[in-house]
């Protein structure tokens, strides 16, 4: 799998030609990290791809069941990404005071493993 580098603004990285790309492990990263970061309707071409973040995640309640359907709301969104097999584990958490919402998993690849860190606010 090859994967366009992002600069730390998320634009597209050019003019070093290989170096510009990741590869493998590396590319199944930044291809979740980029799903995760697109919102649905967000992106002209498929209004329907993204992550529900408005209509589904932020209208949950802080409650067990509610947590439960974020995880799987963004279970969902890694496991549709080219090269990921599975998800071994996920850990999430809700801190009532800050309101921080932060998911990590471990994720199974054609490559490897991967951790993924996500923080919704």
Request: a neutral charge; aromatic letters at 10%.
């Amino acid at each position: 799998m090859k994967y366009r580098k992002l600069d730390s603004n998320g634009d597209y990285i050019f003019g070093q030609v290989a170096q510009n790309f990741y590869y493998d492990l590396d590319a199944v990263t930044q291809a979740i990290n980029t799903r995760l970061k697109l919102l649905t309707a967000e992106w002209w071409e498929d209004i329907t791809d993204g992550l529900p973040l408005f209509d589904k995640i932020l209208t949950q309640r802080a409650t067990p069941q509610g947590l439960k359907t974020v995880d799987m709301l963004i279970g969902e969104r890694i496991l549709g990404t080219l090269a990921v097999t599975g998800i071994r584990s996920v850990n999430s958490s809700f801190n009532k005071v800050s309101r921080l919402y932060s998911y990590s998993a471990e994720v199974s690849t054609i490559y490897g493993t991967i951790n993924i860190t996500e923080v919704l606010i």
